[in-house]
Nanobody
Framework: VQLQASGGGLVQPGGSLRLSCAAS????????MGWFRQAPGKESEFVGA????????TYADSAKGKFTISRNNAKNTVYLEMNSLKPEDTAVYYC??????????????????????RGQGTLVTVSS
């Protein structure tokens, strides 16, 4: 089982970035997926999640209206579109698979322990 995030980099305040997370080794379409971020010296923070079909999403309050999660089950990939980025969005972003095929996420706050396998992250730096 492997999850690999990519697409991070340096972006100016107000800019946009699209992250990808490629999954392998499990039936991707059977699991909800989530995104988390971890800023230097801070705990992981839930960003949002998407249902297995991609038909529904939920976001942390800090991500609502700025971030959009989508997925392509044919490509075993989940995406995180980030807009209006601010320096406080600087963090390592990583994706995680749902705890089980039956797990459904609809809230605005989860911990990494609420999810299953997580992948290597990608660093996003927002700075001028």
């Amino acid at each position: 089982v492997q999850l690999q995030a990519s697409g991070g980099g340096l972006v100016q305040p107000g800019g946009s970035l699209r992250l990808s997370c490629a999954a392998s080794g499990f039936t991707f379409s059977a699991y909800a997926m989530g995104w988390f971020r971890q800023a230097p010296g801070k705990e992981s923070e839930f960003v949002g999640a998407i249902t297995k079909s991609g038909g529904s999403t939920t976001y942390a309050d800090s991500a609502k209206g700025k971030f959009t999660i989508s997925r392509n089950n044919a490509k075993n990939t989940v995406y995180l579109e980030m807009n209006s980025l601010k320096p406080e969005d600087t963090a390592v972003y990583y994706c995680a698979a749902g705890k089980s095929p039956r797990t459904y996420y609809s809230g605005t706050h989860y911990s990494p322990a609420d999810f299953g396998v997580r992948g290597q992250g990608t660093l996003v730096t927002v700075s001028s």
